[in-house]
């Protein structure tokens, strides 16, 4: 066999290979031209800053897809977004103590019930009246514990009522 012949021969093999290269070549540089749009579109809404990118993309095919990962920003606007709930949800926090643990809107601090989800946040003591964390076994004010003054149920005492009046007999 001669050399010629083969080379000759596999001339048409390489010239597709070459087409086919080129052509995966081609959509790879589409592909991440697109890629490049949606990313830059996620994480800015600057039109000049998303022209750029794209700009970058096209003109430095494999190039410019490396520059926009080094400079594009690191967060995207949906990252932002949370990042901004959570930080204002901690401020909210910390300068107001005073929300409903059920709804977490702000309430007075001598509020009983949340006016949102009407959950009660606190209640009042039986011997002065004043208003008393639920947590608190005493009222810090008359130092009541609720047990000394706790009414009787009406139903106990219509049936004690009518035993004493049953003795009166």
Avoid at 20 to 38: D, K, N, Q
Avoid at 103 to 125: G, K, M, N, W, Y
Avoid at 127 to 152: A, E, F, H, Q
């Amino acid at each position: 066999m001669d050399f010629r012949a083969i080379i000759a021969n596999l001339a048409p093999v390489v010239s597709v290979l070459a087409w086919m290269l080129l052509a995966y070549l081609i959509m790879l540089w589409a592909a991440s031209v697109l890629w490049t749009y949606r990313d830059i579109h996620s994480r800015s809404e600057d039109v000049a800053v998303q022209v750029l990118a794209v700009t970058l993309a096209l003109v430095l095919p494999f190039g410019g897809v490396l520059l926009h990962l080094i400079l594009r920003p690191r967060q995207t606007l949906a990252q932002k977004y949370e990042r901004m709930l959570e930080e204002e949800y901690l401020r909210r926090n910390l300068e107001d103590p005073h929300v409903c643990p059920k709804c977490q809107r702000a309430v007075e601090p001598d509020f009983i019930l949340c006016p949102h989800c009407r959950t009660a946040l606190r209640r009042r003591c039986a011997m002065c009246d004043r208003v008393v964390d639920l947590t608190w076994s005493v009222c810090p004010y008359c130092g009541d514990d609720g047990t000394s003054s706790l009414p009787r149920p009406a139903y106990r005492q219509r049936v004690e009522t009518e035993r004493m009046n049953v003795y009166d007999q």
